[in-house]
């Protein structure tokens, strides 16, 4: 794996969460600002829409919860960020180059998709490689993990986790590990064109080789939009349910990724509904 080709170390940058300014002492007004400057990451579904009216209620709701206990803190962690899943039989690539010039470096964040805690991002100074077929291939980002226990002050039943993601200064650190084919959310790593709908998918697009009789594989490239946003799931021994953690890249065009497909077979490439992957999931089309 190439060494980092950077001039200046490059710093996580961590962006305070909304829980985090209210306990500060923030104001509306404050918090607006940052929203409008981008310096504050909610939850995707709550930030639609997000107007004055709907951030006054959404912060006299949050006054409503204090903390209950701190369950992780400052725990390092490594966040499985991308995966890459060959097509069945085939193989997958991934490249990610660093740019000539620093500016136009891909830029990654990572936050929790819940909880209303605080995010990092930092431009990937470090090129990188892998491979996926016929196992799959992750890529893990370190991170300082905090989870901190929230519930209702009138005592009922409400309660939530904040999550904080703060980046290690020490370089971008990162690794590698294989995904048995199990590991894939679909059986077989098979899927019903009928089943592939704006519904359910995002972000849809084929390869038709079902007619092609010759043997042998044909590649397909993938090119990833300017900006794409996904989630994915992490266990932790100390609580019950998974963290749902999400994702964003700018600048994501360093990221190539390409698929040998083996001909005789259709196969999709696709998000889950409302994202958009830097690198897609890939399955065999079947009837």
């Not at 305070?16 to 300014?21: A, D, P, S, Y």
């Not at 500060?24 to 929203?35: F, M, N, R, V, W």
């Not at 890529?139 to 409400?158: E, M, P, Q």
């Not at 994915?232 to 990724?257: C, I, M, W, Y």
Request: hydrophobic letters at 35%.
């Amino acid at each position: 794996m190439p060494a980092n080709t950077a001039k200046e170390a490059t710093n996580w940058d961590y962006q305070e969460g909304l829980l985090e300014l209210l306990e500060s002492g923030a104001g509306q007004k404050d918090i607006e600002h940052k929203l409008q400057e981008g310096a504050l990451q909610v939850p995707g579904r709550t930030r639609a829409g997000l107007t004055a009216t709907k951030i006054d209620q959404l912060i006299k709701w949050l006054q409503g919860f204090r903390k209950d206990k701190t369950i992780y803190a400052n725990e390092k962690v490594y966040l499985p960020v991308i995966d890459l899943w060959a097509p069945p039989g085939g193989k997958a690539d991934l490249k990610y180059t660093v740019a000539t010039e620093d500016s136009l470096s891909s830029e990654i964040g990572l936050f929790g998709f819940a909880g209303f805690g605080g995010s990092s991002k930092r431009k990937i100074t470090d090129s990188f490689g892998m491979n996926a077929g016929p196992q799959g291939t992750n890529f893990s980002i370190g991170v300082l993990l905090t989870v901190t226990h929230y519930v209702h002050k009138d005592g009922n039943a409400k309660s939530f986790d904040r999550i904080d993601i703060k980046g290690i200064e020490d370089g971008f650190d990162h690794r590698q590990t294989s995904l048995p084919p199990t590991d894939f959310f679909l059986p077989g790593q098979t899927i019903k064109e009928s089943d592939l709908t704006p519904d359910n998918y995002s972000k849809i697009s084929y390869l038709r080789l079902k007619g092609l009789t010759t043997e042998g594989n044909t590649t397909h490239s993938h090119e990833a939009e300017e900006s794409c946003e996904w989630s994915f799931d992490l266990s932790l021994p100390l609580l019950q349910d998974k963290v749902k953690l999400g994702a964003k890249t700018n600048r994501s065009r360093g990221f190539e990724v390409s698929f040998e497909c083996p001909n005789g077979h259709d196969y999709a490439f696709f998000s889950r509904f409302g994202e958009n992957r830097a690198v897609p999931y890939c399955a065999r089309v079947i009837i």
